[in-house]
């Protein structure tokens, strides 16, 4: 493992590399402790680069067992080979020339789970970003572009499945149980989408034909006995290829389309070229097993996954810098899929609250850093909720700037232009500005200013003149000493709603540049005048979440209420209630009111309950407007000297509060809704499963009892409402025989089933309140739990760290002395783990002092341990900083 601190990689620093691989053989002879690898590289010296240049390979943890050089074994005195780099001297001055390379791994010792290893006894590989060197020695980045044939040899008997890219062109019996086959690839590709998978399988089979009239086999392949769990996977990947035709114009190009479901991965999926590799959590779904938010997640994966063939495999990336060009923008596409394919407002508020959980806090923190990194010394730690999730936001802002035609029309110019590249982010700006005619250098800085843009805004109306005014600050508080913070190209879509709930019009406006509905904020201040205005308006801003960015203030209490009853912008009717909520649950927290009091003014809980109960809303919409903030999410509005008991105790409140006020409605929805029907997971039912569980919610929490919850767990025909009704037990009445009973139920049921298990331990670690901790030691013994898998790592001390304010916040700071010796334990194992589990602290400074102390104290320890990980190191590193 690599545990000394990394050299520190800038992006200025790229050049090209002297040495090209036109091609790749790869001959895997597979066992589980001893497997051979022999690599065949054509290996090309890039023009102009004088003849005697060394080849330096990079290696991750190998020793070399043979090299030659076309065909002859390479002298000792002209090679050097260390565990991460072969360096090969006094090549031929011929430009081309063969390079042979044999390694042996021990793919069960690699607990990594990054290059060759095994999940369940079947072999895979991980090698993106930089795991492919731990296969063999490599030009191992993602501007090395080569076509690969692989074979791989195993004995029948172990894996008498044998995968790996592109097309299998021969495959055939060896002497005493053996077998082969190999693969061939056509499109040339970086190291980083190479995959091989070898082992025992079951498959489901489809097939997809292609807008061209292509035929496309599709497979999916999962542990034996569990196919029927794959169908909505499959359903999924259907609708995805038929959507990237229709919308984006995008074909599948390879005769066969596979997914590998494993359950050892340290990431969601993985887009290898032809052959995904998914964590199984995304694949496996039923009634029985998996929840409604799993089927979107599914979806939105498969998705994901598959839109990359485009977006990251026929186009890639010059260097890990650029990892949002894939990323953000592929993200932004799989929004779009599941926007078509559910509710596009629905999945629009679900983004953005993700976005303000996860991404703002990161960029209001110690890890805070561009979309476009400038420098790292561990390219992991950038697998960042900004690279992918504001990557895509800024992706949606191009496109709200250009308009939906001239998107399109650069997104195919990119298409054209760099198919078959590894690109930048300056080439897919630069398609953009050439096919719209529109300037996109201030645009740029999105990519290049880390931190959350903040819009300062005040309003006048002069009804005689009838003219209203709107100025508009932006200021950009560099979270990271010295980084640049110019003024940046920000659209903000708007209305300026009248009493009758309809938008105003103006006949003139000065002082920013407006098109339709989007003001194009450039400078540090606009002052913006707007003539003909009849009537007093409530502006309303950043419909839609045009732009990752703050506004402040709000607009007060009863602008928010009006908004919330009458913008004609359905998403912005959310945003303001979501606003005017959370402004009066952080109110009451930082007057340290008594938790018996209200919580919630009036008007606010009369317009939840007026939307509680207009059936004109879809109940997913209605859903979400009834959730109130999370407490991490008060925790960030409040901004620093965080108590998160006393957060707690007023969120309760607030539940209660409202829990009361609208106990005959909830009562009404909840029976209402009862379904009348076998489960679907079609977003329409789960909308209105949502809708019936939240009234539940409210139930229990009004009447402080949990009855209700019990029944709902006994009678639960479906995973969704038996995970909700058993949340409600678990963490409203922690020992309750009745949450005793349901938790021993549900173990007995689910035992033998990994991924259901984990939300066993979840529900379990997130229960509120310091004796959670306990629980959660205890929960480690558990067969159901494993050190060594990342679902189960992240179910119980993930979700402990991140999803259980009071019980991980201990004033006493157990839970922070419990984390960093959980985190040094996986760290000695799987340090891409380990470092992840770490950004649970990243918001340590905004805690009140007592606990910030507690807090740094044990990140100090950890600090002071050997052997960390380089990944972990840096985490720690910036985190402490
Ligand atoms: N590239 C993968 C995705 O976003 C994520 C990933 C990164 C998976 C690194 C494994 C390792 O689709
Ligand atoms: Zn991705």
Redesign the pocket.
Known sequence: MRTETGPVIRLEDYRPSDYLIDTTGLHFTLHPTASKVRAVLAVRRREGVASGAPLVLSGDDLALDALRVDGEAWPDEHHTATPDALTIRNLPDARTFVIEIETILDPSANKQLMGLYRSSDTYCT?C??EGFRRITYYLDRPDILSVFTVRMEARVEDAPLLLSNGNRIESGLLDNGWHYAVWHDPFPKPSYLFALVAGNLGVVKDSFTTMSGRQVALEIYVEHGKEPRAGYAMDALKRSMRWDEEVFGREYDLDIFMIVAVSDF??????NKGLNIFNDKYVLADARTATDADYANIEAIIA??YF?NWT?NRITCRDWFQLCLK?GL?VFRDHEFSADQRSRTVKRISEVKLLKAHQFPEDAGPLAHPVRPRRYTEI?NF?TATV?EKGSEVVRMIRTILGVEQFRKGLDLYFERHDGDAATIEDFLRAFEDASGMDLGQFSLWYEQPGTPNLIVASEYDAQAQRFTLRVDQKLKPPVEGAPHAPMHIPVKFGLVGEASVDLTWSAVSGADISEDVIHLREPRHEIVFYGIAERPVASLLRGFSAPVTVFPEPDDDALTFLARNDPDEYARWQALASLVTRQIKNAVAIGMPVSGPVLGRTACEVLMEIADADGYEPAYRALCLTLPGENDVAREIGDDIDPEVVHAIHRAASRQLGAHGETLFARLYHGLAPNSAYSPDAESAGRRSLRNIALSYLCHARAEIDLAAEAFAAADNMTDRAHALGLLAHLAPTNQATLDALDSFRTEFRDDPIVMDKWLMIQATAPGATTLETVRKLTAEPAFSWDNPNRIRSLIGAFATGNPTGFNRADGEGYRFLCEAIARIDANNPQVSARLLTAMRSWRNLESGRREQARAAMAALAERKNLSRDLKDILERTLA
């Open positions: 991980q993106e970003a340290n990431m969601g999926a993985m887009e994901h996954e990359h990251g990323e592929t992991n697998y992918y």
